[in-house]
């Protein structure tokens, strides 16, 4: 696949994240202990952080997205095995940020064979 593909499969993951975010903390599991804005800062800053990048620089700030997701998929384990009420929540989390931390990998190295010339004969 080209990369220009590979980057807006990660782009269409880093989006879904966000959204998936805003539903969890918004509608499916409020806060109870925390102030609403203190946990949307917390949960949504760092991939808010790597939109801004991508506002300046596309590729790098997806690769930023990339490296931030790491944490996503982290906390979307976790969340899984410790919470059954938002279980399902947690497997969408960890899954999207999968997919995010593949695709961006897949960008950069379908960039760097195309420009060494095309793909090596297998």
């Known amino acids: 696949m080209s ?3 590979w980057r807006r499969i990660a782009f269409a993951s880093f989006v879904a ?15 109870n202990v925390f102030p609403l804005p203190f946990v949307l800062a ?6 808010l952080l790597a939109a801004i990048a991508m506002l300046f620089d596309f590729r790098r700030g997806l690769f930023w997205a990339g490296f931030v997701a790491l944490g996503y998929f982290s906390h979307g384990v976790m969340e899984a095995w410790t919470s059954p009420s938002i279980r399902l ?3 969408a989390e960890w899954l999207l940020a999968t ?5 961006v990998g897949a960008a950069g190295l379908a960039e760097r064979r195309t420009a060494r010339g095309g793909a090596r004969a297998a």
């Open 89 to 91: 929540l947690a497997h």
């Open 3 to 5: 990369p220009k593909l």
């Open 17 to 31: 994240l966000i959204a998936l975010h805003l539903g969890w903390h918004l509608r499916f599991a409020p806060p």
């Open 42 to 47: 917390i949960a949504l800053g760092p991939l």
């Open 99 to 103: 997919i995010l931390v593949v695709a």
